[in-house]
């Protein structure tokens, strides 16, 4: 049974830092990503990291977001700098151990966490 639970979501003003953590039941054989869904919005891919460590980003979070992994803890991370209002949204870990669809893309995934909200005000 996978289970992803995501943490550290809060409020925070724009330029200011947030980190998230996934505790994850799975080992380093999966895929992990970060998505996240604003209210009238569809689920983006924001981060993911492959089993090989190499990482991948959004073209909007590229530079102030960085997704890493602790393995040994197998915890999932985001770290999320210089935030901004059109960052807020509710953020979900992903596990995926499919291939042969882009890291973006939702239907790679299997497992999903419940969602941490993050807001942002201005």
């Known amino acids: 049974q996978v289970q992803l639970v995501e943490s550290g979501g809060g409020s925070v003003q724009a330029g200011g830092s947030l980190r998230l953590s996934c505790a994850a039941s799975?080992?380093?054989?999966?895929?992990m990503g970060w998505f996240r869904q604003a209210p009238g919005k569809q689920r983006e891919g924001v981060a993911a990291?492959?089993?090989?460590?190499?990482?991948y980003y959004a073209g909007s979070v590229k530079g102030r977001f960085t997704i890493s992994q602790d393995n040994a803890k197998n915890t999932l991370y985001l770290q999320m700098n210089s935030l901004k209002p059109q960052d807020a949204a509710i953020y979900y870990c992903?596990?995926?151990?499919?291939?042969?669809?882009?890291?973006?893309?939702?239907?790679?995934?299997?497992?999903w966490g419940q969602g941490t909200q993050v807001t942002v005000s201005s």
């Open positions: 990291i492959s089993t090989g460590g190499t990482t």
């Open positions: 799975v080992d380093n054989t999966f895929y």
């Open positions: 992903a596990a995926s151990n499919r291939f042969g669809r882009s890291w973006y893309d939702v239907a790679r995934y299997d497992y």
